[in-house]
């Protein structure tokens, strides 16, 4: 996959139980999550996969960005298809397991798919297209042997509509949240740092809001922490009572996280589902233009 930092730390617990169970794991990926795997797992070997280049916009909702470039999403699907039959030869992989790469399917393995992106949600004036896109979606799901979505089933799940709002593909089974953290019993909260930045999405938007953040904390005389999400580099700043640290381990996170009084990030799914394995509420800023984090943002603000 090669979605973002969130898509790949998502699959790190189906990473962990296949090495569990004994399997030889290959990774593929391109991008930011390329390096994250490349630090998360360094034992293991990663091949580099034609990338999706999707270029975000302020001014248009990013699903309807993808529609609009659906020449180039669809040419990358059928690279995706290609390199995978090529590579195929040469490790003769028994299965594959896909985060939203939907060109990963070869019919001479097992292959899943992994999403909760079972609809598109539009902006206004292009509402229209929801059920089309649906159906676009499922003729791409449909042609996986199982399609794995990480959510709950019933009604208090996390995504909402992207998930529960139409027809389920025919393969498709819920497998509940999936986080890099595991869930565990809440503990007594000891108060660390009165406000926490958790920053992810594309670039200028993710600077934009750190930036805004830090101004913000300073104001507070209080101690902040802002966690910058670049994985690439393992720097950290402290001054003035902000802790700023490039990318922490996942116990680090997890302690830093979770002795935080407000947390303030994006409204991304995987966000949403390492903030519900970590027992914390955040107030979620959706980055602009992408309607799902919005509509994700008030699916959550009850």
């Given at each position: 996959?090669?979605?973002?930092?969130?898509?790949?730390?998502?699959?790190?617990?189906?990473?962990?139980?296949?090495?569990?169970?004994?399997?030889?794991?290959?990774?593929?990926?391109?991008?930011?999550?390329?390096?994250?795997?490349?630090?998360?797992?360094?034992?293991?070997?990663?091949?580099?996969?034609?990338?999706?280049?999707?270029?975000?916009?302020?001014?248009?909702?990013?699903?309807?960005?993808?529609?609009?470039?659906?020449?180039?999403?669809?040419?990358?699907?059928?690279?995706?298809?290609?390199?995978?039959?090529?590579?195929?030869?040469?490790?003769?992989?028994?299965?594959?397991?896909?985060?939203?790469?939907?060109?990963?399917?070869?019919?001479?393995?097992?292959?899943?798919?992994?999403?909760?992106?079972?609809?598109?949600?539009?902006?206004?004036?292009?509402?229209?297209?929801?059920?089309?896109?649906?159906?676009?979606?499922?003729?791409?799901?449909?042609?996986?042997?199982?399609?794995?979505?990480?959510?709950?089933?019933?009604?208090?799940?996390?995504?909402?509509?992207?998930?529960?709002?139409?027809?389920?593909?025919?393969?498709?089974?819920?497998?509940?949240?999936?986080?890099?953290?595991?869930?565990?019993?809440?503990?007594?909260?000891?108060?660390?740092?009165?406000?926490c930045a958790i920053l992810s999405g594309p670039e200028p938007l993710r600077t934009e809001?750190?930036?805004?953040?830090?101004?913000?904390?300073?104001?507070?005389?209080?101690?902040?922490?802002?966690?910058?999400?670049?994985?690439?580099?393992?720097?950290?700043?402290?001054?003035?009572?902000?802790?700023?640290y490039n990318h922490l381990g996942d116990e680090e996170f997890r302690e830093k996280v979770?002795?935080?009084?407000?947390?303030?990030?994006?409204?991304?799914?995987?966000?949403?589902?390492?903030?519900?394995?970590?027992?914390?509420?955040?107030?979620l800023i959706p980055t602009p233009g992408q309607t799902e984090q919005e509509y994700l943002?008030?699916?959550?603000?009850?």
């Amino acid at each position: 996959m090669d979605w973002g930092l969130g898509h790949a730390s998502r699959s790190v617990p189906l990473i962990r139980n296949l090495q569990k169970e004994g399997h030889e794991v290959i990774l593929a990926s391109a991008g930011p999550a390329l390096a994250f795997w490349k630090n998360y797992f360094p034992e293991l070997a990663i091949l580099e996969k034609p990338a999706y280049k999707i270029r975000y916009s302020i001014n248009f909702s990013v699903n309807a960005m993808l529609f609009f470039q659906s020449r180039s999403f669809l040419k990358t699907i059928r690279n995706e298809n290609k390199w995978l039959e090529k590579i195929q030869v040469k490790y003769k992989f028994d299965e594959v397991y896909s985060d939203n790469c939907y060109g990963l399917y070869n019919q001479n393995l097992h292959s899943t798919i992994i999403t909760h992106q079972l609809m598109v949600k539009c902006p206004k004036g292009l509402q229209f297209l929801e059920k089309p896109l649906h159906k676009k979606i499922l003729s791409y799901t449909n042609k996986f042997d199982k399609c794995l979505v990480p959510d709950f089933e019933g009604e208090s799940n996390l995504s909402g509509d992207l998930s529960h709002k139409y027809q389920l593909p025919t393969n498709a089974t819920f497998i509940g949240p999936l986080s890099r953290f595991e869930k565990r019993e809440p503990v007594e909260f000891v108060k660390q740092y009165e406000f926490c930045a958790i920053l992810s999405g594309p670039e200028p938007l993710r600077t934009e809001l750190e930036e805004q953040c830090i101004d913000l904390f300073k104001k507070t005389e209080k101690k902040c922490l802002v966690i910058r999400g670049l994985p690439e580099k393992d720097e950290c700043i402290h001054v003035d009572g902000l802790d700023i640290y490039n990318h922490l381990g996942d116990e680090e996170f997890r302690e830093k996280v979770t002795q935080s009084d407000k947390i303030i990030c994006r409204s991304g799914y995987s966000t949403i589902m390492d903030l519900h394995a970590l027992n914390k509420r955040a107030i979620l800023i959706p980055t602009p233009g992408q309607t799902e984090q919005e509509y994700l943002a008030k699916h959550h603000s009850g």
